[in-house]
């Protein structure tokens, strides 16, 4: 079946730097797409989402990026804190009423 | 406004006993739906709702029942425990019966069968 997934099991980074979250997904027929952050023990938390009409968006310190010919989405976050340090999902809905999560990266910041 | 509230955060079963998730929002939300998460397998989508009366399946269904007889709740049994099922839970709600808007997600119910 079709689905979601993620390059990068695990993201190392400095703090201070930028994070790019790499997402592949499979159908082509789903027009809207969302980030969550997951912190250990918690409920995901939404970051942002983006729909097919649009190729980029930005928030504050993310940025969302959606390249519908190579079916891949990416979240950047600019001046990685240590409070950055969690599981990332993508998420898009594959039908009506429906979303489909990739794995997650798991991402850690280091000093 | 509480959220996405569940209970309990913890269960410990043994093979074959039943028991319900609670779950309920205070948004307003027509849209709830319950997941479950197991390690390196993301979030799957078990039940969901687009509103009172309204339950459809999501990916894995088997081994659960869901029904919504108030916009505010919509809990999620277990009919017969079983170590697959040994997981956390997470409950979700949002504004867009479509799938195309922000959920919402409760605290999680970290469940244990035995």
């Known amino acids: 079946g079709e689905s979601v997934g993620l390059h990068l099991p695990t993201l190392s980074v400095q703090e201070g730097d930028n994070s790019i979250i790499n997402c592949a997904y499979s159908?082509?027929?789903?027009?809207?797409f969302i980030w969550y952050k997951q912190e250990s023990g918690k409920g995901p938390q939404f970051i942002i989402d983006i729909r097919s009409n649009m190729d980029k968006r930005q928030g504050q310190r993310v940025t969302v990026l959606l390249n519908k010919t190579v079916k891949h989405l990416s979240l950047q976050i600019a001046a990685t804190q240590p409070g950055d340090s969690a599981v990332y999902f993508c998420?898009?809905?594959?039908?009506?009423?429906?979303?489909?999560f990739g794995a997650g990266t798991q991402v850690v910041v280091t000093p | 406004n509480a959220g996405v509230t569940q209970t309990p955060k913890f269960q410990v079963l043994k093979t074959g006993q039943s028991m319900t998730l609670q779950c309920a929002q205070d948004m307003n939300h027509e849209y709830m739906s319950w997941y479950r998460q197991d390690p390196g397998m993301g979030l799957r989508l078990i039940h969901y709702?687009?509103?009172?009366?309204?339950?459809d399946q999501g990916e894995v269904p088997n081994g659960y029942n869901v029904s919504r007889s108030t916009t505010e709740d919509f809990p999620l049994r277990l009919l017969s425990a079983a170590p697959s099922q040994t997981s956390v839970y997470f409950c979700?709600?949002?504004?867009?019966?479509?799938?195309?808007?922000?959920?919402?997600f409760g605290p999680g119910t970290r469940l244990t069968v035995t």
């Open positions: 998420a898009e809905n594959s039908s009506w009423g429906k979303l489909q």
């Open positions: 979700a709600s949002s504004y867009s019966t479509s799938g195309d808007d922000e959920q919402y």
């Open positions: 159908n082509s027929a789903s027009d809207y």
């Open positions: 709702s687009v509103g009172a009366g309204i339950t």
